[in-house]
Structures are given as C-alpha cells and as structure tokens.
C-alpha cells in the first residue's frame, strides 16, 4: 500500500488558527491579512485589545493561543487528516443507518435549539460519529474476536442498538378556541413560541420553559393522549392547528421528528466486532497509534 507523507498538508493546516480564528502566525515578522472574521481584517500588529494605555495586539492573541491549544489542535488536524486518507485508501465506510440512529440520540439530549443551531450540531455531530467508527475499524483491522461470542452480545444487548420512534415537542395550553386561535395568529405574525407559552399557557411545569415538552417515544407514558398522531401531520419546526384535549384547548409545536431504527445481526456485527476488540486489546482509541504506519509527521517533533 503506497503511504501518503502527511507533513505537506500539516504545513498548510499549521497556517490555520488553532482556536477561534482561522490563521497561524507565519512567524515572518510581516504583516498578515485576515478577511471576513466577525466582518473585521486583522493583521499581526492589528489592536484587538486596550487596557489603560497597555494595547494587546492580533500577534499577542496568536502566541497565546499557540502556546495553550497550539499542540492540541494540530494534533486532532494530523488524527482527522490520517483517518480521512485511511478510511479512502482501504474502502471503509460507515453504514448510513448507523450515523443516523447516533444522530438521533445526540439530538435528544439537547433542549429546544432552533433549527438553525441543530442543524450546525448535526453537521460537527457527524463528522465525530464517522471518525470514532472508523478509527474503530482501522484500529481493529488486524485483529480478530470468536463470532460465537459476536451472536451472544448480540442476542442479549441487541435492544440497546435499536431507536425508538420519538417527537420533540413543545406545546401551549388555553382554556378556550378564541384563546387559542387568537394565539395561532400572534404566530402567523411572527412571535415566538417560547414567548407566547410563558405569557398564556396554563401547564405550570412548562410554561417557563417556553411549553418544552422534551423528547417522548412513541409508547412514552408522558406522552399526553393525541399528540404523537397530531405531530405527525406536522413538519419539523411547525406549529399546528389547535385541538381540543381533556387539559384544554392545545397548540403543538414540532421541534423534530425521529423515526425508529432497528438492527439486523449482519448489520450490528461489525460494530459489535470492533467494540468488543476493543475492550478486550490494550488499543485505545487514539489515531496517534497510526502515525507511524501512514508516515505522520508534525512541527513539534
């Protein structure tokens, strides 16, 4: 297998800004242009801070920056980088449904983001979930685990792989349909749900919290009755129309919806392969153990 010299890449990645920016100080004592940070251009000896008649410049930021996270950061760029080239270089690739069930679960630790927020997560989320399964793979590629003890793990911990079907959601509670409807108009004109539920929702637990519901399965016993079927007419971040419950007159709000996953054996067995080599083998799950097999390099060496 011919091996890639990462040491070029790492050069260029050593231009970029190891936290908050997007520039490494070239060291070159000239000046820098940044574009489009925050709508502000920054060269080394750009003020970004005063205090009293002390100035901290752009190039004191930088240092400091190098100095805390520098060896941190291009170390995770060097891990990202190898495991990329790996996962090309030897055809692995992550099943869809398994990256998006883990999707899901991170999704439903989160409270009530806009969709705007959440949409941003699942894209980082993403790229986490595919580099910790790879890393897996290329981790175990060399080793081997009895498939009998693959079947055991599975029939007894199979349920926990699975997802249930599930609805995030918020709602508002009023006494009458004008109420409500009149409600439904202030959304039609743009006002906030969250705001609306704190002014006129009678459900004291959730009021407060904008009318936030949380995350319910679809056999939840929290669930109050109609909501699930009433979700599901709904799209993701939309209210709906009002009904009439046993509480009061209701307006729902879908944040998400989530639909089940389940896992066959040959599905799972993979995964299930790696996670129990990896608990029984002295590997952790560390891309550095790899540099040397991919001709890793960096600066600090």
Known sequence: ??????????????????????LWQTQTGSSVHMNNIDGIEFKEDTEVAKVGSRSIEYHDLISQLQEVHGKDELKELVNKELVKQAAEEKDIVIDEKIIERDLALLAT????????????????????????????????????????????????????????ES?????????????????????????PFELLAQEYSLDEDTKNKGGYLGHLSSDSQFMPEGYFQKALELDNYSYGEPFQTDQGVVILYLHEHYPSYTFTYDELKPYIERELLLKGSEEQLDATDLWEAYDAEWIYE
């Open 1 to 22: 297998m011919r091996k890639k010299t990462l040491f070029q890449i790492i050069t260029v990645l050593l231009l970029l800004n190891v936290a908050t920016l997007f």
């Open 109 to 164: 630790m989160q409270h009530g983001q806009t969709e705007e927020d959440i949409e941003r997560d699942k894209e980082r989320w993403r790229e986490q979930i595919v580099y910790r399964y790879t890393l897996e793979a290329l981790l175990t590629e060399d080793l081997s685990v009895d498939e009998e003890k693959v079947k055991t793990y599975y029939d007894t911990y199979k349920k926990q792989y699975n997802f249930s």
């Open 167 to 191: 609805i995030q959601v918020s709602h508002i509670i009023v006494h009458k349909m004008e109420d409500a409807e009149q409600i439904v108009e202030e959304l039609d004109q743009g006002a």
